[in-house]
C-alpha cells in the first residue's frame, strides 16, 4: 500500500508564498512519476504541475507557470511545490498524485492520491 500525506497549507495574503510538501511512503518513490493537483470549491480537479520519475522533466499548467516550481528529492521521498506570487484564484485544496506509468496532466494517470491540504489566498 503507498501512502501520500501533503502538508505545508495556510492562509497567506496575495503576493504571500507557501511550499508544500507530499511524503510517500510504502513502495520505492522513485518507481513514480508525481502530480500536483486542486481543486476549489465547486469545481473539478485541476492540474497543477507534474514531475517525471528522475526530477529532470516537469511540467505545469500554464496559470501557474513562473510561478510554482515542483521538485522532487528521491533521498527523502518526498515531492514539493513551491508557490510564489500567490493569487485568490489560486485559493484550493491540493492534492499530491503519484503514478505508475506516465506522468503529465491527465489525473487518469495517477494511481495514488494523498488526502489534500488547504491553501487558502486571501487579496
Known amino acids: 500500500q503507498v501512502h501520500l500525506v501533503e502538508s505545508g497549507g495556510g492562509l497567506v495574503q496575495a503576493g504571500g508564498s507557501l511550499r508544500l510538501s507530499c511524503a510517500v511512503s510504502?513502495?520505492?518513490?522513485?518507481?513514480?512519476?508525481m502530480g500536483w493537483f486542486r481543486q476549489a470549491p465547486g469545481k473539478e480537479r485541476k492540474f497543477v504541475a507534474a514531475?517525471?520519475?528522475?526530477?529532470?522533466?516537469?511540467y505545469s499548467a500554464d496559470s501557474v507557470k513562473g510561478r510554482f516550481t515542483i521538485s522532487r528529492d528521491n533521498a527523502k521521498n518526498t515531492v514539493y511545490l513551491q508557490m510564489n506570487s500567490l493569487k485568490p484564484e489560486d485559493t484550493a485544496v491540493y492534492y499530491c498524485?503519484?503514478?505508475?506509468?506516465?506522468?503529465?496532466?491527465?489525473?487518469?494517470?495517477?494511481?495514488?492520491w494523498g488526502q489534500g491540504t488547504q491553501v487558502t489566498v486571501s487579496s
Open positions: 498524485a503519484a503514478s505508475m506509468g506516465g506522468s503529465g496532466s491527465d489525473y487518469r494517470l495517477y494511481d495514488y
Open positions: 510504502g513502495r520505492t518513490f522513485s518507481s513514480y512519476a
Open positions: 514531475i517525471r520519475r528522475s526530477g529532470g522533466i516537469t
